[in-house]
């Protein structure tokens, strides 16, 4: 079993740069796929970004493609999540998540475990 717990977000302004990190318990945190989804008020989650267990695939959402960087660091068992150049519309609770069976968590329903979330803010 793997828990995750996130850390990192805070009200910043449009245009500037965040980082997130989750930090996971269990010994096998490197067999995981892991990602980070999002929710703002009144929408449902979507996907943000997913590095696989090696961290030699990356994929992610249109949005922020260009603009957010996923990395991972299995000796630590934490995967972050740079955020740069932020939008207003990049407000939003972040959560991370972990994938067992899966080469990357591009979908709410392939992730096994999830964190309890943190509240990013942009304000413009």
């Known amino acids: 079993q793997v828990q995750l717990v996130e850390s990192g977000g805070r009200l910043v302004q449009a245009g500037d740069s965040l980082r997130l990190s989750c930090a996971a318990s269990g010994r096998t945190f490197s067999s995981y796929a892991m990602a980070w989804f999002r929710q703002a008020p009144g929408k449902e989650r979507e996907f943000v970004a997913t590095i696989s267990w090696s961290g030699g695939n990356t994929y992610y959402a249109d949005s922020v493609k260009g603009r957010f960087h996923i990395s991972r660091d299995n000796a630590k068992n934490t995967v972050n999540l740079q955020m740069n150049s932020l939008k207003p519309e990049d407000a939003a609770v972040y959560y991370c998540?972990?994938?067992?069976?899966?080469?990357?968590?591009?979908?709410?329903?392939?992730?096994?475990?999830w964190g309890q979330g943190t509240q990013v803010t942009v304000s413009s």
């Open positions: 998540a972990a994938g067992r069976s899966t080469v990357l968590v591009t979908r709410m329903r392939s992730a096994d475990y």
